[in-house]
């Protein structure tokens, strides 16, 4: 019993680590953003946020290819071509010299990311379903929170030591030891009777089959919602508290602080959800992001900055409720296309991805001297996720097949 319980621990470890290689990657350079656009020559400050949005839609392209190459030669080989995709457009980023060779590095890291990111949710579903995959991606979560609490501060200790190319140079190092990792300690979880050759033929079916289950598509245009809401505060973060606020040196503990807010609701969704159940806590989860967001606007609506404890406590309370959605809505998604875990949650992801990289592109280029427009996001996506979630109790049951 004890050996199991080890060998789980380390299991919800590695897959955290799959998946805390890509939230380095994204988080470690925020303190830099801005002397990264100024190398580049970049002008409109907003475009540095690109740097930041532009690396979710390598997240959201990748899937396409690593999903169904993992349902057709396992989950180990395609993780490995991944890291290796990865370590190349880093090697792009450290050597670029306009935006333009930048945002292509980044697009391609996200391709590389999308394998351990995709194929570490297709792995835990092919060991656990229900509930139970829910309650082990909120402690792998947990975990991968970690990385965000920690990364600005170590991206800004690499900068304050050598430059922001170094981070991409750490980055890299870190792949490299957790698919070495990877590669002795996890074993294939995708037996050879279960693989599905490869082909463009499955990719239009499997997103065909994928579309015949509403509640898939459902919580999945939802949770592209609540991304792309959340991705506009990621990638505008270091430009709301250096730039509006004037805290650089306090923005890696400010990011620190509303990252353990979200861990803190994720920790506790992995009691919560085996009680009461995913569908439940999405709902009240949702309900609290709307109702948070209509408090800021009805209290500061005509405060282009309020004070930063202000600011603060109200981006808690939007994370803490954003902490129960995020592995849930994933989960739910998920329930209906466990058959094709790979191109399922390839789909899913690709759907949600490119559903949050405009949404957070549009809202970003206002938030440039008010938080304002950040809220008024939030708020719109929140209504129309609670909107389509009411749908889907009103049309469809758990157990809806197509």
């Not at 792949?175 to 990792?181: G, H, Y």
């Not at 129960?324 to 992801?349: D, Y």
């Not at 809220?375 to 129309?384: D, L, M």
């Amino acid at each position: 019993m004890q050996k199991e319980r080890r060998s789980q621990i380390e299991f919800i470890a590695l897959m955290a680590a799959l998946m805390s290689v890509t939230a380095l990657a994204i988080d470690a350079i925020l303190p830099a953003l801005q002397l990264i656009g100024n190398d580049m020559g970049v002008v409109q400050v907003s475009d540095n946020q690109l740097l930041v949005t532009m690396i979710f839609l390598g997240l959201g392209i990748g899937p396409l290819l690593f999903g169904p190459l993992s349902d057709s030669k396992g989950r180990k080989p395609s993780v490995y071509i991944g890291f290796a995709i990865f370590l190349i457009a880093s090697v792009i980023c450290v050597y670029a010299q306009s935006l333009e060779i930048m945002i292509i590095g980044r697009i391609l890291q996200g391709i590389g990311l999308s394998a351990p990111r995709t194929i570490s949710i297709a792995i835990i579903r092919d060991l656990f379903e229900g509930d139970y995959m829910a309650r082990i991606m909120s402690f792998v979560t947990v975990v991968f929170l970690l990385i965000p609490i920690v990364a600005p501060a170590m991206g800004q200790v690499i900068l304050d030591t050598y430059n922001w190319k170094a981070i991409f140079v750490v980055q890299g190092v870190i792949s490299i030891l957790v698919a070495t990792w990877f590669w002795k300690r996890q074993k294939e979880t995708l037996q050879v009777a279960h693989r599905i050759p490869f082909s463009l033929e499955r990719i239009t079916s499997g997103f065909k089959e994928t579309l015949k289950y509403p509640r898939t598509i459902g919580f999945t245009i939802i949770q592209g919602f609540i991304v792309g809401s959340f991705l506009v505060y990621l990638s505008a973060s270091q430009q709301i508290f250096q730039d509006q606020y004037g805290l650089v040196d306090e923005f890696p503990y400010i990011f620190a602080g509303l990252a353990i807010a979200i861990g803190t609701a994720i920790f506790l969704n992995g009691a919560f959800v085996v009680r009461f159940g995913m569908e439940k806590i999405v709902s009240r989860s949702l309900v609290g992001f709307f109702i948070v967001s209509i408090a800021y606007l009805a209290f500061y609506s005509t405060v282009a900055r309020p004070s930063i404890g202000v600011l603060i406590g109200f981006f808690a309370l939007q994370f803490f409720c954003i902490g129960f959605l995020f592995g849930n809505l994933r989960a739910l998604a998920m329930q209906a296309v466990g058959h094709i875990a790979g191109i399922g949650a390839a789909i899913t992801g690709l759907i949600s991805t490119l559903m949050a990289v405009p949404i957070s592109t549009f809202i970003g280029k206002y938030v440039a001297t008010s938080t304002l427009p950040l809220f008024i996001g939030f708020s719109i996506c929140s209504a129309i996720s609670l909107v389509i979630l009411f749908w889907l109790k009103k049309n469809t049951s758990p157990a809806y097949t197509a």
